[in-house]
């Protein structure tokens, strides 16, 4: 059975970087999409950044110029570095896979238990 383990969120000032990580526990055939979602009280879960395995990335708005994906496909670990943190930043983050466990199965989404990102000075 496939899971996902985050690590990496926690406390930090306006301005300073985090630096998540999510790795794929138990056998994994392929990871088509890797991506990080997060989802701040009392909103909907949102898109931050994916990425392809071939490399190719894609970042929300609010996001782009401070964030980057990236992914280690002999390891199945993707992480999301974060710099020039603003509060609104805050929320829970998700990661996000797209692949399958086997070359049998159906492609299927797996999510991560989420990891708390809070800015506050």
């Known amino acids: 059975q496939v899971q996902l383990v985050e690590s990496g969120g926690g406390l930090v000032q306006p301005g300073g970087s985090l630096r998540l990580s999510c790795a794929a526990s138990?056998?994994?055939?392929?990871?088509?999409?890797m991506g990080w979602y997060r989802q701040a009280p009392g909103k909907q879960r949102e898109l931050v950044a994916g990425i392809l395995s071939g490399g190719t990335t894609n970042y929300a708005d609010s996001v782009k110029g401070r964030f980057t994906i990236s992914r280690d496909n002999a390891k199945n670990t993707v992480s999301l570095q974060m710099n020039s943190l603003k509060p609104e930043d805050t929320a829970v983050y998700f990661c996000n896979f797209i692949g399958r466990a086997t070359m049998r199965d159906p492609m299927r989404t797996y999510w991560g238990q989420g990891t708390q990102v809070t800015v506050s000075s």
């Open positions: 138990g056998s994994i055939f392929s990871i088509n999409y």
